[in-house]
Nanobody
Framework: QAQLVESGGGLVQAGDSLRLSCAASTLTFNMYLMGWFRQAPGKEREFVAAISRSGTATYYAESVKGRFTCSRDNAKNTVYLQMSSLKPEDTAVYYC????????????????????WGQGTQVTVSS
């Protein structure tokens, strides 16, 4: 089972960009579809983005569509979340998650679909 470690969070101003990384310790990273979720204080965890095993399919929450881009490098066992035009409402702890699947282009976007989670990285956007 993969272990996930997020990095790249920090404090930025509205309009800035930030790139999160999630490194997976597994020899079969290309068997996992990957997702990004976030949880703001006092709110439930919510879906942000997901990318298929092959990287050919992505899916985004409406709130981040056009501003965030999810990508992966299977050779480096890493998935990325490039965040642009950040807003104060993007402030949250961001988590990456993994789910093994035999389907190369499958996408899942609910919390219960993912079996492995990272510890999270804080992103704070000031106005």
């Amino acid at each position: 089972q993969a272990q996930l470690v997020e990095s790249g969070g920090g404090l930025v101003q509205a309009g800035d960009s930030l790139r999160l990384s999630c490194a997976a310790s597994t020899l079969t990273f290309n068997m996992y579809l990957m997702g990004w979720f976030r949880q703001a204080p006092g709110k439930e965890r919510e879906f942000v983005a997901a990318i298929s095993r092959s990287g050919t399919a992505t899916y985004y929450a409406e709130s981040v569509k056009g501003r965030f881009t999810c990508s992966r490098d299977n050779a480096k066992n890493t998935v990325y979340l490039q965040m642009s035009s950040l807003k104060p409402e993007d402030t949250a702890v961001y988590y990456c998650a993994a789910r093994s699947t035999t389907l190369r282009s499958a996408i899942y976007y609910t919390i219960s679909d993912y079996k492995t989670w990272g510890q999270g990285t804080q992103v704070t956007v000031s106005s």
